[in-house]
């Protein structure tokens, strides 16, 4: 039996298509990936991610028997975009999602 935490929380995760326009120029779009469950572990966390920026928003979010998520998703939470800077395995089914806002930041 899986003990899968309070899963109060609705994320979104989206991922970046960029395309080629035939004047050169790259279209860069958000397109929806998933919507699931997560529980929120940790707000505004102080320090749980050395040598990133520092934000306002930090959060910490687990997920349980979802092997497919990377860093190079975004994450929706409440209506605020996050980075997800670190995944990190906690046990074979769970993984913590280290989130910060990317509303600020420059999409290179």
Known sequence: ???????????KFERK???????GAVQ????????MRAELVQESAEAFLSGVERTED???????????????LHLIHDGYTYRIAKVLPIDRLCIELHCVNAVDEVQL
């Open 1 to 11: 039996m899986i003990r899968a935490g309070n899963m109060r929380e609705q994320i």
């Open 17 to 23: 298509t960029e395309t080629v326009q035939p004047s």
């Open 28 to 35: 860069v779009l958000w397109q929806h990936e998933q919507t």
């Open 58 to 72: 930090r959060k910490v979010f687990r997920l349980w028997a979802c092997d497919w998520i990377t860093t190079e």
